[in-house]
């Protein structure tokens, strides 16, 4: 999940995402914080059919716990 934050949604070459994914990300999508929000708190509200198997958070503080995690590191994995 390096680099999720602000990446195009299913952009990662090689990566094999599921249908849904690949539909949801029609448009130009972005993980950007609204969306990390409402996908962390509910993945298949988001994404139907998505092969996510994580029921969610659905503690608000938890999800911005994660999303301030996942926003230090560069898609090299390196923090900023």
């Given at each position: 999940?390096?680099?999720i934050v602000d990446r195009k949604v299913a952009s990662v070459e090689g990566f094999k995402y599921s249908p849904a994914m690949?539909?949801?990300a029609e448009g130009d999508k972005v993980w950007d914080d609204a969306t990390l929000h409402t996908y962390l708190e509910k993945p298949k509200d988001l994404v139907p059919k998505t092969k996510?198997?994580?029921a969610g958070l659905k503690k608000e503080k938890?999800?911005?716990n994660i999303i301030a995690y996942l926003a230090q590191?560069?898609?090299d994995g390196s923090t900023k």
């Open positions: 999940l390096n680099g690949k539909k949801f996510m198997a994580f938890d999800r911005d590191f560069n898609a």
